[in-house]
């Protein structure tokens, strides 16, 4: 099987796992790289957040992956996740937006890496800035704000980034570009309640973003009204409100549930090496073992504020 056969047979294996992809040429990750620091650099983007958000990425690719070689960005549609907590005979579902969940980076990561090996090839997974590789890739195009999305997938989606050795037949690098839908369009604006989405620059007040408040610790500011939270972990108002997503909004995929006891454990702080393993587990299952820093936080705005009515005699711990 010659080159260009083979990568349009890579094109294929994505497309069957139910996926999307596109491959550039590894020596682009340089123009990523300053596209980050331009952030920095012109004082843009919040300092706290270029330090938790864009930072730590893998600029320096193994040396067995030369210039000529490749990075497959892929999208795997992901729907966003309802789990149910117990509390004082009380059932609360709630939500986890789209991407949360690795289970399909594996999937993914393990088709790919069966097809190239057996053509020859290494596959490793890379640490980049996913969003921003779509976009250049010409996989996604941003939406005002600042979320990625893809024809008839929305924003519903995963994205993973790896490294290859398979020669790049096909580089589809470009500049970035904004939905020509979001050019007129105000939803998001109206939608997030914060002010992060701007219609003076184009690039998210990021720092203002409920996502990024709530994934880490630390007390919620003054500022943010407890009502506006509606996630577990992350934000869904922007996305639910865009057209963009008129259809993929109402996917949802109800799973797992946590007890009375999981529950309170979690408010209470108990850290993962004493909680059960089952909600380990489970915490795992649904990408959340990282963020338990932040749940029993999230957790209790959320208890207050859909049980406040019927439980404002109860101390949330």
């Known amino acids: 099987m010659d080159l260009e056969q ?3 047979s890579l094109y294929s294996v994505i497309c069957q796992a139910g996926s999307r992809g596109k491959i550039v ?3 682009h990750l340089s123009e990523l790289q ?3 620091e331009r952030y920095q650099n012109t004082e843009i983007v919040d300092q706290d957040f270029y330090d938790k958000e864009l930072s730590g990425f893998d600029w320096e690719y193994p040396e067995e992956f030369s ?3 490749s990075v497959i960005i892929t999208a795997t549609e992901q729907s966003k996740t309802q789990v149910s907590f117990e509390f004082d005979r009380h059932k609360l579902l709630l939500t986890i937006p789209p991407t949360y969940s690795y289970e399909t980076d594996n999937k993914i990561e393990s088709i790919l890496k069966v097809f190239l090996n ?4 290494t596959l490793r997974k890379a640490k980049l800035p996913l969003k921003l590789l779509s976009v250049r890739s010409g996989l996604a ?3 005002r704000n600042n979320v990625t999305y893809i024809e008839k997938m929305g924003s519903y989606y995963r994205l993973a980034a790896f490294y290859t050795n398979l020669p790049c037949l096909e580089d589809n690098w470009q500049e970035v570009e904004l939905n020509k839908t979001c050019i ?3 939803e998001c604006f109206k939608a997030c309640p914060t002010g992060a989405i701007s219609s003076e620059r184009f690039l998210l007040h990021a720092e203002k973003c409920l996502t990024f408040k709530n994934e880490f610790p630390g007390k919620f500011p003054d500022w943010i009204d407890p009502k506006w939270h509606n996630c577990l972990v992350g934000c869904l108002l922007c996305q639910e409100a865009c057209p963009l997503n008129s259809i993929v909004k109402y996917r949802a995929e109800e799973r797992l549930s946590f007890s009375e006891e999981e529950s309170r454990l979690i408010l209470k702080k108990i850290p993962k090496k004493k909680l059960p393993q089952s909600t380990v587990n489970k915490l795992k299952e649904l990408g959340l073992e990282e963020y338990l820093n932040v749940l029993p936080r999230n957790l209790e705005v959320l208890i207050n504020k859909y049980l406040v009515d019927e439980l404002k005699d109860n101390v949330i711990y």
């Open 25 to 27: 040429a590894i020596k």
């Open 6 to 8: 083979l990568t349009a």
């Open 141 to 143: 195009k941003y939406g």
């Open 184 to 186: 007129k369009c105000k």
């Open 67 to 69: 210039d000529e070689r």
């Open 34 to 36: 300053l596209d980050i």
């Open 118 to 121: 057996t053509a020859g090839y």
